[in-house]
């Protein structure tokens, strides 16, 4: 299981899995034990799925995009996030992803009602929809390239942070 591709693919691993978790939470978010279940079962069946030598899968699942909603359930203490300051950037992508929705559904209720208007106005129907297609891809932006950065530069720092500790070469 690989959290960073591009080291994953430099380095030449066999055969890999790249599943967006940020490090050291490659098999899920600490405390859910169905959502650490299912990433593992899929790492261990793309055993089978994976032909030749060199290949690097993708996972479907994304760090705060996994589909089943669970609590977290902790078997002990936990000292708190390793970067205070950054943690809240993750749920505030979220929030704004689900306002981009919210604004996406407004528009296409906007645009069909005046579609079923008696005289429907085509220039504005016309900028309507263009402005729904934008928000799409801005959506499509924030749920895939802000949130894989995100995660890329917490590993890049707690890489880091690991090296200067000694911990990690």
């Known amino acids: 299981m690989s959290v960073q591709p591009h080291i994953t693919a430099a380095i ?13 939470n490659q098999v899920g978010e600490c405390g859910k034990p169905i959502q650490q279940r299912i990433l593992l079962t899929e790492a261990l ?10 290949t690097i899968l993708q996972s479907p699942y994304r760090w705060r995009r996994f589909p089943i909603v669970e609590e977290p359930v902790f078997m002990g203490e936990s000292n708190g996030p390793t970067h205070p300051e950054a943690m809240p950037i993750g749920p505030a992508l979220d929030k704004l992803s689900e306002k981009i929705t919210i604004y996406n559904q407004w528009l296409q209720e906007k645009i069909q009602g005046e579609n079923k208007s008696q005289i429907p106005n085509q220039s504005y129907i016309s ?5 729904l297609e934008r928000s799409k891809e801005l959506l499509e932006l924030i749920d895939s390239e802000a949130l894989d950065q995100y995660r890329e530069i917490l590993n890049a720092i707690a890489t880091l942070e690991l090296r200067g ?5």
Do not use: H, Y
């Open 127 to 131: 900028g309507l929809s263009m402005q």
């Open 165 to 169: 500790q000694g911990r990690f070469v």
């Open 45 to 54: 069946e793309s055993i089978f799925t994976i032909k030749s030598a060199n």
């Open 12 to 24: 030449g691993a066999p055969r890999a899995i790249n599943v967006k978790f940020p490090a050291g």
